[in-house]
């Protein structure tokens, strides 16, 4: 049976051991700990979690841990996005076979399809599996745009249910959901409290890697419990950590949080660098002033 998805999503970081192998271990240790802090739901293998780092073998250890450990208490989607559509449909294929409950799939990201062309990759995938389809537009890291009259084209598509809406342009949560319909339900993926607010079902957050209980708060404090004031009060306490996190410092300021916070994340893979000593420092203030801990 097809979950609905809503909430906090948390594109999760690939752990890394001392000697920079994926560990397995932590990753499993890791998932438990988002779902008893209260996420809704967990996507491995997004742009947080490395995947164009990592070999196949990697990949399909990094999915099945995640998978196989959530155990169907929260939805887990797997990051499945490939510059060639025939190997992304192998990709969503293989991960519905592991028993992800959808995939998130960004654009090709090099070749700057044609909207005819993103529509036919999209269809293509769709097409081959029975799982949800949560489009992934982030025109910072995919070389083109998902615009709302675009999403609205892929929202017809069978399958193609979702959207992880990746700009800094408020409105665009708002026109897509005008333009869609119930074809598609967006969630944000840079904006939380800000795409509740204008209608979005969820958030695919990088920030709860390091706190899932406040982010996941944010949204029930809006979506279900209609507290907009509260929620806003929250959001603005955690800003700090949601910017620690923003920009390029996604991937390796997460990781210096978590290791601050007693969780072996180690350190990103080439070409990315772990923070300089002050930026790192900063996050370590940060963990102490929030009190944050991976023991929590």
Sequence with gaps: MTKTFRGVFTVMITPLADDGSVDLEALAEFTDWQ????IHGLIPLGSTGEFLSLSQEERDGVARTV???????????????AEDTREAVRLSREAEAMGADGVMVIPPFYS???DDELVEHYRRIAGAIDIP?????????A??????????????IDGCDYIKESTLEIFRVRDIILGVGDNMTVFGGIMGYESFVMGAKGWVAVASNVAPGPMA???????DEKKYEEARALYLKWLPVINAVGGQAYVAGSK??????????GPPRPPRLPLPDDRDAEMKALVEAFGLSFTN
């Design 67 to 81: 998978i196989e450990t959530a155990a169907g208490r929260v939805p887990v989607l797997i990051g499945t996005g």
């Design 133 to 141: 389809v949560m489009v992934y537009n982030n025109p910072a890291t």
């Design 217 to 223: 708060r944010i949204f029930e404090l809006v979506a």
């Design 112 to 114: 700057t399809p044609t």
């Design 256 to 265: 210096s949080l978590l290791n601050h916070m007693g969780f072996q994340a």
């Design 143 to 156: 070389n083109v745009d998902l615009k709302p009259d675009l999403v609205a084209r892929i929202a017809e």
């Design 35 to 38: 779902i008893n802090q209260g």
